[in-house]
């Protein structure tokens, strides 16, 4: 009797401290070259410290992920980086597909040219007075 109630408490004690963990796995695509996997990504979890990078066919996986709503980072150099706010419930694996563009880069202001036509006559005649 002793070692059924022993066994059983063990078990009770198990149970009580085993936390089902989650997970996080996607694909990033290369927006710029016709969605192909993105290699080397860099994928990153804000409220939990951690961060991976994705493979040659643009797969990342994080495991042990606690339940909740989790901040996703997803930059590569070059392109605009993206936030995806993910819920990841208990017991169960969030799958991602996103894809990543290039920066725009912001146009420097044209350079404003104007004249009159004064200022083109006078230029005219100052270059024919210099031939002469």
Known sequence: MKKIFILFALMI??????QETSAI???????????????????????????TQTNFRGNFE?????????DVLVQF???????????????????ILETLYAKSLPMPSAAKVSSTTKDVLS????AANKTR
Do not use: R, W
């Open 123 to 126: 230029s005219l005649e100052l």
């Open 62 to 70: 994080f495991t042990d992920i606690t339940p909740g709503t989790h």
């Open 77 to 95: 150099v070059g392109y605009d980086p993206i936030h995806i706010e993910i819920t990841v419930k208990e017991g169960e694996q969030a799958e």
């Open 13 to 18: 004690c198990s149970l009580s401290f085993s």
């Open 25 to 51: 796995k996607g694909k990033i695509l290369d927006g710029e070259f016709f969605n192909e996997p993105l290699l080397m990504a860099s994928v990153s979890i804000d409220n939990a410290d951690i961060s």
